[in-house]
């Protein structure tokens, strides 16, 4: 619904002043830092922070984490914080993934050596495209089959410890 002038001179609604925006706006910012902070969230969190952070295809980490979050209502700077931080893991496992996933799919490894990528890049677009495609899902594969049930493990891991070490003690 439309909101009529008359309406807004008269009777003045709560944070219309710059301040009172201002501080509508550094309220909503302090509920989103302290959205998803209880210790199960919490290791929600940082189990899929960590499972979209080591996913093999760079460029949707940082997507699946934020539609994670939003969905899920964890905290957004918990989640792409360790997304961030799995970059390095990200990076070390790619190779060992791709060559691992290969054998699974029963295809040659990614060529790596000069000798390789030269005939490979003369042999044409589409035989790059599947070469890589096929690593590229092989690395996907073995991200599956390792990664979500070792997320299932540290997520419960994680939420008993934090339950123990964040909850309030229960004597009073």
Same mark, same amino acid.
């Given at each position: 619904?439309?909101? $009529? &002038?008359?309406? %807004?001179?008269? !009777? =003045?609604?709560?944070?219309?002043? &710059?301040?009172?925006?201002?501080?509508?706006? *550094?309220?909503?910012?302090?509920?989103?830092? @302290? $959205?998803?902070?209880? =210790?199960? %969230?919490?290791?929600?969190?940082?189990?899929y922070g960590a499972l979209f952070g080591m996913l093999p295809l760079p460029g949707l980490n940082s997507i699946l984490c934020a539609a994670v979050a939003i969905r899920r209502q964890l905290n957004m700077a918990i989640i792409q914080a360790v997304? *961030? /931080?799995? /970059? #390095?893991? $990200?990076?070390?496992?790619?190779?060992?993934?791709?060559?691992?996933?290969? @054998?699974?799919?029963?295809? &040659?490894?990614?060529?790596?050596? @000069?000798?390789? #990528?030269? =005939?490979? /890049?003369?042999?044409?677009?589409?035989? !790059? #495209?599947?070469?890589?495609?096929?690593?590229?899902?092989?690395?996907?594969? !073995?991200?599956?089959?390792?990664?979500?049930?070792?997320? *299932?493990?540290?997520?419960?891991?994680? %939420?008993? #410890?934090? @339950? %123990?070490?964040?909850? &309030?003690?229960?004597?009073?």
């Open positions: 619904m439309s909101e $009529q &002038p008359s309406d %807004r001179t008269t !009777v =003045p609604a709560a944070g219309t002043s &710059p301040a009172g925006r201002l501080a509508a706006g *550094w309220s909503a910012l302090a509920r989103q830092f @302290r $959205q998803g902070t209880d =210790p199960d %969230r919490l290791a929600e969190c940082v189990a997304n *961030w /931080l799995a /970059l #390095i893991p $990200q990076i070390a496992l790619f190779l060992p993934m791709a060559w691992l996933g290969a @054998r699974i799919l029963n295809q &040659p490894p990614i060529p790596l050596k @000069r000798e390789e #990528i030269g =005939p490979l /890049l003369k042999s044409g677009l589409l035989t !790059v #495209i599947k070469t890589l495609g096929t690593g590229l899902l092989g690395a996907v594969i !073995v991200w599956a089959l390792i990664g979500i049930p070792l997320t *299932w493990l540290s997520y419960l891991t994680l %939420r008993a #410890i934090l @339950r %123990r070490t964040l909850s &309030p003690s229960k004597a009073s």
